[in-house]
């Protein structure tokens, strides 16, 4: 009897594991833990380099910080791997396959969407990184007061490579997901774009803003522990 108990679970259980749906249920990162949502479970990509990137002045980091163009407009991406992988928001990407990324020195590389997080609104992409140094990503507490960069592209290719710098302001967690607000001023086209430390490392990735009647300060950052989480990355 407890034979065929056991061989009746587990062909319940493969069952259950070849059914699209349920695999579907399990994966899409849409669960709440403590009010909180929690990412789904998918393979690691592994971000090759990134732990050897160590402190980098904010002048040299511009280099390592792109614009995403797609057929929609334009956003911003920052290089964490020496493979070539690149952050930036799903809101970015939209539904494209493959986007133009414009490095700073001008030149231009085609890169593929690997993976994205739409409600947490992250992404990852590759391209040739032509032996450019990452950005380390360095995840954990912030503290208000923190003084902190931003780097981007407002308003498109001419103001690309734009670094401003503020504090944090608070720790926010809004429908379920948490944020760094900051007063570090972004403007459209900045999304994507990191948020430094005074190392240079990588705490953030630019996500929204709130205006009412000019800037108000109110800026939001995915912290970058939710985005790995989210896109299932692991520094090497």
Partial sequence: MARLITDSFADNARELASNADFRAAVSAPKAFSGGFQVPGQQNRIALAGNLKAGSRKIADAVGSVVLIATGLGTGSGVLVSDDGYILTNEHVVGDEKDVRV????????????????????????????RDRTPLILKRGPVTPGQRVYAIGSPRGEAFEGTVSSGVISADRVIDGLRYIQSDTTVSPGSSGGPLLDETGSVIGITVMGYQNNGPAGLNMFIPIGDVMDFLSLEQH
């Fill in 102 to 129: 414009r490095w700073s020195d001008g030149i231009e590389t085609l890169a593929k969407v690997e993976r994205v997080s739409k409600n947490r609104d992250v992404a990852i992409i590759k391209t040739d990184a």
